[in-house]
């Protein structure tokens, strides 16, 4: 009975390890802090507007986004196989615990039933952004897994489109009635809920373009093996630090220019809150990088810029 109950919770955590279940709940985690500290927080602000979302609708866009989330893993497991065992063989899951046709089956049924529920929720908005969004969305993490990811920089910027997709279709989720002519209350709550979309997209956006390089030169031997075409392998890994290093001005950058923002305008919490648990992680990423050599300097980096994600993420709460 015992024996019976290993493999069952063995069998559990390889399954929960396939679907990359902490980044699943970190899109769940952000997505809830969009829609009850931005969201909600303008709508007490522009009370005469029209709103899309409700409780009911958003928990179907979550549940929409979870899915399709869990599909795009499992299918990079799947055709990440000869590399996996190369980079990653501890953490192999596929063919070793789960078949490649289960895997196959679970990617399907979880795309497929992500994509339903996209339906459903953009005809209970009478808005057809979610769908499309959430479509393109499937497509995407398809040719990502089969393609994309063996190109020089193109896998970089689809999968930071995907990330910074976790925000932007609660954007169009929620501002697609509002996108008609109407009050100048409506335009304005638009307007607010588009910023905060931009600004926390495009965070996500950056700092996943950052760490996919930092994954590259971690990743470089299984890579090579198999003949992708990732950055440090074209362009050497030189020159992948040197990208890797200016977009991280760019983020330091934009966070000091924040940070500047919230103090003039009496924010000094949310300016603390962001040079100390953002920014200082973010400069620490630069410093490593110069002196990484090896897939564990590359490793300890990419966790660090989880770690900045997850704050700069939680930074919502101030807002």
């Given at each position: 009975?015992?024996?019976?109950n290993f493999k069952?919770?063995?069998?559990?955590?390889?399954?929960?390890r396939?679907i990359?279940?902490?980044?699943l709940?970190?899109i769940a985690?952000t997505?809830?802090?969009?829609?009850?500290?931005?969201?909600?927080?303008?709508?007490?602000?522009?009370q005469?507007?029209?709103?899309?979302?409700?409780s009911?609708t958003f928990?179907?866009?979550?549940?929409?986004s979870f899915?399709?989330?869990?599909g795009g893993?499992?299918?990079?497991d799947?055709?990440?196989?000869?590399?996996?065992?190369?980079n990653?063989?501890?953490r192999?899951?596929?063919?070793?615990?789960?078949?490649?046709?289960?895997?196959?089956?679970?990617?399907?049924?979880?795309s497929?039933?992500g994509?339903?529920v996209?339906?459903?929720?953009?005809?209970?908005?009478g808005?057809p952004?979610?769908?499309?969004?959430?479509?393109?969305?499937i497509?995407?993490l398809?040719?990502y897994?089969?393609?994309?990811k063996?190109?020089l920089?193109?896998?970089n910027?689809?999968?930071?489109l995907?990330?910074s997709?976790?925000?932007?279709v609660l954007?169009?989720?929620?501002?697609?009635p509002?996108?008609?002519?109407?009050?100048?209350?409506?335009?304005?709550?638009?307007?607010?809920?588009?910023?905060?979309?931009?600004?926390?997209?495009?965070?996500?956006?950056?700092s996943?373009l950052?760490r996919?390089a930092?994954?590259?030169?971690?990743?470089?031997?299984g890579?090579?093996?198999y003949?992708?075409?990732?950055?440090?392998?074209v362009?050497?890994?030189?020159?992948?630090?040197?990208y890797t290093?200016?977009?991280?001005?760019?983020?330091?950058?934009?966070?000091?220019?924040l940070?500047i923002?919230?103090?003039?305008?009496?924010r000094w919490?949310?300016?603390?809150y962001?040079?100390a648990?953002?920014t200082?992680?973010?400069?620490?990423?630069?410093?490593?990088?110069g002196?990484a050599?090896?897939?564990s300097?590359?490793k300890?980096?990419?966790?660090?810029i989880?770690l900045l994600?997850?704050?700069?993420t939680?930074s919502?709460?101030f807002?």
């Open positions: 009975m015992r024996l019976t069952h919770m063995k069998l559990l955590g390889s399954f929960l396939l990359r279940f902490p980044n709940a970190f985690l997505q809830y802090l969009f829609y009850h500290f931005i969201i909600i927080r303008q709508r007490i602000a522009h005469d507007a029209v709103f899309g979302l409700d009911d928990n179907l866009l979550l549940v929409a899915l399709i989330a869990a893993y499992v299918i990079n799947y055709f990440d196989i000869n590399i996996d065992s190369i990653r063989p501890d192999q899951v596929v063919e070793r615990v789960i078949k490649r046709r289960w895997a196959m089956v679970w990617h399907v049924l979880f497929l039933t994509w339903v996209s339906i459903m929720l953009s005809r209970r908005l808005n952004f979610p769908a499309v969004f959430n479509t393109g969305a497509v995407l398809w040719f897994s089969t393609d994309f063996k190109r920089l193109i896998g910027v689809v999968i930071s995907l990330t997709w976790v925000v932007l954007y169009v989720s929620e501002a697609g509002g996108l008609q002519p109407g009050t100048s209350a409506q335009t304005d709550y638009v307007t607010d809920i588009y910023k905060s979309a931009i600004l926390f997209g495009g965070f996500a956006f950056i996943s950052i996919e930092v994954k590259d030169l971690e990743d470089m031997d890579d090579a093996r003949a992708c075409r990732t950055m440090p392998i362009w050497g890994v030189r020159s992948a630090k040197i290093g200016v977009w991280l001005i760019v983020l330091i950058s934009a966070l000091a220019a940070s923002y919230f103090v003039l305008h009496g919490s949310l300016s603390l962001l040079s648990l953002v200082l992680p973010a400069i620490m990423v630069f410093l490593q990088l002196k050599s090896g897939s300097d590359y300890r980096i990419s966790r660090l989880k994600m997850l704050t700069g939680l919502m709460l807002m």
